[in-house]
Nanobody, 121 residues
Framework: QVQLVESGGGLVQAGGSLRLSCAAS????????MGWYRQAPGKQRELVAV???????NYKDSVKGRFTISRDNAKNTVYLQMSSLKPEDTAVYYC???????????????WGQGIQVTVSS
């Protein structure tokens, strides 16, 4: 079983920056894609950014140019650097990791507990 621990959220003024971190631990044989999702009140969870095992990235259109996803494979950690934050970025952000616990088993997605990001206008 993989445990994910997120950190770095909080309250920031519009135009400010935050860096989210998500560290994976537990039974990890390999990690494939790592990503960040978010869910605002009354809305569905949406993909914000994803990074593959080969470090290819993809972003939600509204965050392109403002957010950067990266990963440190040695630390099993994924980061989300958020800049030029807007009030509409306010949401609970969730880390997601696709990985295998042991060789030959199916890839399983694990989720973090979520971390609040609030951007004030």
């Amino acid at each position: 079983q993989v445990q994910l621990v997120e950190s770095g959220g909080g309250l920031v003024q519009a135009g400010g920056s935050l860096r989210l971190s998500c560290a994976a631990s537990g039974s990890i044989f390999s990690i494939n894609a790592m990503g960040w999702y978010r869910q605002a009140p009354g809305k569905q969870r949406e993909l914000v950014a994803v990074i593959t095992s080969s470090s290819n990235t993809n972003y939600k259109d509204s965050v392109k140019g403002r957010f950067t996803i990266s990963r440190d494979n040695a630390k099993n950690t994924v980061y989300l650097q958020m800049s030029s934050l807007k009030p509409e970025d306010t949401a609970v952000y969730y880390c997601a990791v696709d990985g295998r616990a042991t060789m030959g088993v199916n890839i399983i997605r694990s989720w973090g507990q979520g971390i609040q990001v609030t951007v004030s206008s």
